[in-house]
């Protein structure tokens, strides 16, 4: 019995030892997961949306925010989407989880790597990490987390091959690597199909697969075509992928959606779309073909996005009016031709539509219009559309954008535009609208960006346009608008863009910029504005551009602005400014200016060492040049437009940005035309004013100047050194006082291509040297003691020649081969040859034997090689 | 088949004359043939309506490019005859590089050419007679190159030639002497160890001499 006994308790001991570590597991399980929490939230550095996490508050885990818990209240999903958190994964111990089954952190600001350790969620079926700033690999261990069935790392920036182990997780539906910089593997000798995932395919469950925007490469591989059968939705956008749409799209008819655009893939769009019943997504790029017609029993299409930019002529075909579930229709950037099909009408649930950059001509018909009252966005601009606005317009009262920039509409801008109250984005640039700016426009007060350059608007701005208090891009450039500025005008909202360019304003620039003004961009050239720069202006600290050519403003220097600190255009260009060049009273005055222009002015007195030798930008000026940065953020908030930027500056000349090459633009969307704003370009003009005294030889060390303009003053002195000046490309130094030599080092810039030293009291030889051998005479005449070419003027041989002193990259004297060679020498063997001639001619005639006469002259040429004129 | 592809693509450039960056297209041709290791090139973007925003690249009023400025900007590669296509092209500044191969023919197409600067490289090759055709050039200094064959003697029409040299390369034969090259002495031409000297006209034809 004892031994009965005996065994009892032991038997009690185990079960309660068992059971004992069960119990407390619960509690530890608990404690551990909010300790993991906790330390986690700790090393975040914003998570102000986690102020429930907190140890003492361990009973409420489960109703921790974005903390949800399974029954026996072990954490099950971690959601944090959009929470503001910023910080790393690292310090997240995954570990502790072991019953999450979803992890939602998107849209916050993590960075650094996505640990490996995640791969101990082993319960794991939803992982969301999308649009964080993550960064590196994705780790393998994703690969032993079966049960996942969604991944979503989009939007981050990932880089490096995708492990070929996502192929374990034969559950996954949805797999999601869109925005990233993926690459395909590397190409396998062994291996046919190159570059693409192929492994993807044993993941036979997936339906939606998104790998756009990476930098994949390859054909997609039959496998992949064939063996995803429940693919529903696939989304390559914007990679390298290659192969033929015929191929990929016979084979996957199943597909409710397809984005396809901005690869590789070759051939035409297939018409063979009446096999495919269930699209309801489509985006394809082509550059050969039509627009297939039998798109038209695509009846559950909702989103249609065709830029085929095909070189030959198509038309919209008709039957795209049958596919009435269109909501977004884009046929951007093709030649089409003719004007919009009726059958269009019938659309009537649209509400975006982009047919911009075509050749598209025709009316805007009342009729379409009432059928379209779904519209939000409406962009057809580039096209040659013509007519007036019907006044139906009104009746697209859900329109936001309207964009009818650059065509051929005229008439006048109907007074019903001011019924469109949700309009944010109104573009009626470069068409041939006339009359005045309708008064109801100043109603629609959503209004961001009102673009109107380029047509023969007349009339005054009216004060109400103060009631825009949304406006932050104001474009009525190059137009016929007259009167004075209100006062309002100057009271927008942030990052604004004010440029009335060209147009016949007058009187004073309102002194009405707030005390908290964000003008980015102040453009008032070639206007009848007087007095003088307001003294608000002095708010707009964050000015970018200020251009105020040819106005009759008057008053000194605006030396208040040497502290702004983003300034990178200032053109105070022919006006009437007036009064000496103060000495700057910081130590970097103006610190990103790249273009100065005081030209045409009344400016006096001595140019002050410093001011020139502090501009930071222009010592070395980066890639960015003026706009870019600020076209870069702009184009990103607005999507693709151009036409709403009038002009930009580049290599100092204003030019339009529509004059960027057109087929690629459409090819490659704004990527390509920002490279081409991004050069730099630096440049000083103090031409026309009344400078007087030396050139300040500071000016040789501002390394990244491309032109110097100081042309028209009363400049002394020497030229100085400007050697190091070595992106040099106009000097323009005429019609000064300047004496002296023309330094020899001027001929090692050789990206010079203008050069003007004209109309000053130079002296000495022209160096006969490098980049100065390429210009002529223009650039020289008008010193009247200069000798040596190009100037006809010949050096003697006491005119001081210049100090020829030989570079290191020429060894020789190839530059100098006229030195000591003079037109009265060549004059000289002119009029020996020629009595030496007459002579020859004479033997020859008496003696008829000239073979002692042929060897003489050799001798007299000193022919090196005698010995075949024996 | 290829008929069909020739009749798109001339249908293309009927259809499209102004977007056409003829001339961008020209001098991106030399930035894909050169080897640019000072990147002086970068700022050559094709994409561009033509190609005057660039740098060492100037054009006139009417955008046409007027002069080309590399000397002495670290190029190596060869010329592309695409250069020819520069109608208003009034200054080739290429001196001081280190470009290898033939002077193209189509150089010669330049017909508003002044100057042609390319002295200072490793040319091979002879002058091509087409240059010629350069009826304003004012400047031709092909010196210090390694140059071969006669000088051609159609060279001589340059009427407005001002400066010739062709010194320090192997040109060989006799030294062409009339029209514009009356005028120059010696040095032009020196440092050729294969050149026989100037012609004599009317004793001695061009074309009498070794030039093997």
């Known amino acids: 019995m004892e031994a009965l006994r005996v065994a009892f308790i032991f038997l009690l001991h185990i079960l309660l030892f068992s059971l004992f570590p069960f119990a407390l597991n619960i509690v530890s399980s608990d404690r551990t997961e909010a300790e993991a929490l906790v330390r986690w939230k700790n090393t975040l550095s914003s998570h102000d949306s986690l102020d429930s996490w907190d140890f003492n508050n361990v009973r409420n885990l489960c109703s921790w925010s974005g903390v949800v818990c399974n029954i026996e209240g072990s954490i099950s999903q971690i959601n944090l989407p959009r929470a503001n958190l910023n910080g790393t994964l690292d310090q997240l111990n995954f570990s502790s989880f072991s019953n999450l089954a979803s992890l939602n952190l998107e849209d916050n600001d993590f960075h650094g790597l996505i640990p490996s350790t995640i791969g101990s969620l082993s319960k794991l079926t939803f992982l969301d990490l999308s649009y964080n700033l993550l960064s590196g690999i994705i780790p393998p261990e994703i690969g032993i987390l079966s049960e996942l069935q969604y991944i979503s790392f989009q939007g981050n920036d990932l880089n490096g091959q995708v492990p070929y182990q996502i192929s374990h997780l034969q559950k996954l539906w949805y797999l999601n690597f869109g925005y990233n910089n993926l690459t395909s593997p590397e190409r396998s000798k062994n291996s046919l199909t190159l570059g693409f995932l192929d492994f993807i395919h044993t993941c036979e469950n997936l339906t939606y697969l998104d790998l756009s925007y990476n930098s994949f490469t390859g054909e997609i591989p039959n496998s992949l075509l064939t063996n995803l059968s429940k693919l529903e939705y696939l989304i390559l956008t914007d990679n390298s992928f290659q192969g033929s749409l015929q191929s990929i799209l016979t084979k996957m008819t199943k597909l409710k959606g397809i984005k396809l655009t901005r690869n590789n893939f070759s051939g035409s769009i297939p018409d063979t779309f009446s096999f495919m019943p269930n699209l309801e997504i489509l985006e394809l790029t082509s550059s050969q073909g039509n627009i297939p017609s039998s798109l038209g029993k695509l009846r559950n299409l909702q989103h249609l996005d065709l830029t085929i930019n095909s070189p030959l002529n198509s038309t919209i075909p008709s039957e795209l009016g049958l596919c009435t579930n269109l909501t977004y229709l884009a046929l951007s950037g093709n030649s089409l031709t003719g004007s919009l099909p009726l059958s269009l009408a019938n659309l009537t649930k649209l509400s975006t539509l982009f047919i911009t950059d075509s050749n598209l001509s025709g009316h805007i018909l009342p009729y379409f219009i009432p059928n379209w009252t779904q519209l939000m966005i409406l962009w057809i601009q580039n096209n040659s559309f013509i007519g007036e606005i019907p006044s139906e317009i009104g009746l697209l009262t859900n329109l936001t954008n309207l964009v009818l920039s650059d065509n051929r509409f005229s008439g006048y801008i109907p007074q019903v535009i001011g019924s469109l109250q949700n309009l944010e984005i109104l573009n009626l640039s470069i068409n041939l609208f006339s009359g005045q700016i309708p008064p109801t426009i100043w109603n629609l007060t959503k209004l961001r960006i009102l673009v109107t350059f380029h047509n023969n608007l007349s009339g005054t701005i009216s004060p109400e346009i103060g009631d825009l208090t949304s406006l932050m891009f104001l474009d009525l450039s ?283 009291q130079l002296f000495g030889s022209i160096p006969q040297q490098g980049q100065l051998l390429t210009f002529d005479s223009n650039s020289y005449i008008g010193n009247p003691k200069l000798c040596g070419l190009p100037l006809t003027k010949m050096c003697r041989n006491d005119e001081p020649q210049p100090k020829l002193l030989v570079s290191t990259t020429q060894k020789d004297d190839d530059f100098n081969i006229f030195d000591g060679f003079t037109w009265q020498v060549v004059l000289m063997g002119y009029g020996c040859g020629m009595l030496f001639g007459l002579v020859v001619g004479y033997l020859i005639f008496r003696y008829e034997k000239p073979e002692w006469l042929i060897g003489f002259v050799y001798r007299v040429y000193k022919i090196k090689d005698g010995r075949r004129w024996r | 088949m290829a008929i069909w592809v020739l009749f798109h693509l001339l249908l293309f450039l009927v259809l499209e004359p102004t977007d056409a960056n003829l001339e961008g297209d020209a001098l991106f041709a030399l930035r894909r043939e050169v080897h640019d290791p000072n990147n002086i090139l970068q700022s050559w973007d094709p994409t561009l309506v033509d190609p005057c925003t660039w740098f060492h690249v100037t054009c006139d009023s009417q955008n046409r490019v007027t002069r080309l400025d590399l000397g002495n900007a670290k190029l190596s590669g060869k010329l592309v005859p695409d250069l020819g296509k520069l109608e208003r092209l009034e200054y080739l500044e290429l001196y001081m590089n280190n470009l290898v191969g033939p002077i193209p023919a189509e150089l010669g197409n330049l017909k508003s050419l002044v100057s042609l600067d390319l002295y200072h490289n490793n040319l091979t090759g002879s002058i091509p007679p087409s240059l010629s055709r350069l009826s304003n050039l004012r400047f031709l200094r092909l010196n210090r190159n390694r140059l071969t064959g006669r000088i051609p003697r159609e060279l001589t029409k340059l009427g407005n030639l001002k400066i010739l040299d062709v010194s320090n390369n192997d040109l060989c034969g006799t030294i062409p002497s009339t029209g514009s090259f009356s005028k120059f002495t010696e040095d032009s031409f020196k440092n050729n160890s294969r050149l026989e000297g100037p012609e004599l006209m009317g004793f001695v034809r061009y074309n009498v001499g070794g030039c093997n």
């Open chain 1, 478 to 760: 190059m137009n016929q608008l007259s009167g004075q500025l209100p006062k309002t005008l100057s009271i927008f909202g942030e990052g604004m863009v004010l440029n009335l360019k060209k147009n016949h304003f007058h009187g004073t620039i309102p002194n009405t910029f707030p005390k908290e003004c964000e003008l980015i961009q102040l453009d008032l050239s070639e206007n009848q504005f007087n007095g003088t720069l307001p003294s608000t202006l002095v708010n707009c600290r964050m000015l970018q551009l200020l251009d105020i050519t040819n106005n009759e403003l008057s008053g000194p220097f605006p030396f208040w602005m040497e502290t702004f600190p983003e300034l990178q255009v200032l053109v105070l260009k022919s006006n009437r400014f007036h009064g000496i060049i103060p000495i700057s009273k910081v130590k970097h005055p103006f610190p990103k200016l790249q273009i100065l222009d005081m030209s045409q002015n009344e400016f006096t007195g001595i140019l002050p060492v410093e001011f020139l030798y502090h501009f930071k930008a222009m010592m070395n000026a980066s890639e960015k040049g003026i706009a870019t940065g600020f076209f870069i953020i702009f184009l990103k908030s607005i999507r693709v437009d151009i036409n709403f930027l009038s002009t930009i500056l580049l290599k100092g000349v204003t030019c339009e940005l529509r004059s960027i090459r057109r087929t690629t633009i459409l090819l490659k969307g704004v990527t390509c035309e920002l490279r081409s704003i991004r050069r730099a370009y630096t440049s000083i003009d103090l031409s026309n004013n009344k400078f007087q005294g030396n050139i300040p030889s500071s000016i040789g060390k501002i390394k990244d100047l491309h032109s110097l303009n100081l042309a028209s003053n009363n400049f002394t002195g020497h030229i100085p050194s400007l050697e190091n000046l070595t992106s040099l490309e106009s000097l323009d130094l005429h019609s000064n006082k300047l004496v002296g030599e023309i330094p020899w080092q001027l001929t090692k810039l050789t990206t010079m291509s203008f050069l003007n030293l004209s109309y000053n």
